[in-house]
């Protein structure tokens, strides 16, 4: 009878173990923005928005409906953050979410939702959005941002 329980334990652990292996192994969050593919640089240098931190620079043709690049005053080794400026709860082609100051959040002018930008996670502070922004990968390296999906 032990030797059953020693194995059964043994079992449902390996099975457990697997399980947070496939959890770990997941990759980004599935937005409801449709993916388009990103690869650019940018050089913030050139551009004075994305030198004062909780400055951000929208950028109209990459993404789905353009990138909101973001300085963010929580990380000094990657200090910029990037979005898709699409509203999570109006997938409108012609309505974009878009900063209204240096607050660090941004607001969706057709349905009114608005979006904490600061540390890097686009969640909306009011609705009708329940949704967070699509975010892109940064990566700061040589002077130049990097911005991928």
């Given at each position: 009878m032990n030797q059953f329980f020693s194995k059964g334990l043994k079992t449902l652990l390996v099975g457990f173990f697997i399980l947070a292996g496939m959890?770990?192994?997941k990759k980004d969050?599935?937005?409801s923005i449709p993916y388009v593919y990103v690869d650019?640089?940018?050089n913030p240098t050139n551009i004075i928005e994305l030198n004062i931190p909780g400055g951000s620079y929208y950028f109209a043709n990459p993404g789905f409906g353009g990138i909101i690049v973001f300085r963010d005053l929580t990380d000094?080794?990657?200090p910029y953050l990037a979005y898709d400026a699409t509203c999570t709860y109006d997938l409108s082609t012609t309505c974009r979410v878009a900063a209204t100051d240096n607050s660090g959040q941004v607001k969706c002018p057709c349905c009114g939702?608005?979006?904490i930008?600061?540390?890097g996670n686009g969640s909306p502070t009011k609705g009708p959005a329940t949704e967070p922004l699509k975010q892109y990968h940064t990566y700061?390296?040589?002077g130049l941002i990097t911005i991928r999906n």
């Open positions: 959890n770990g192994c969050y599935n937005s650019i640089n940018v000094d080794s990657n939702s608005t979006f930008l600061f540390g700061y390296t040589g």
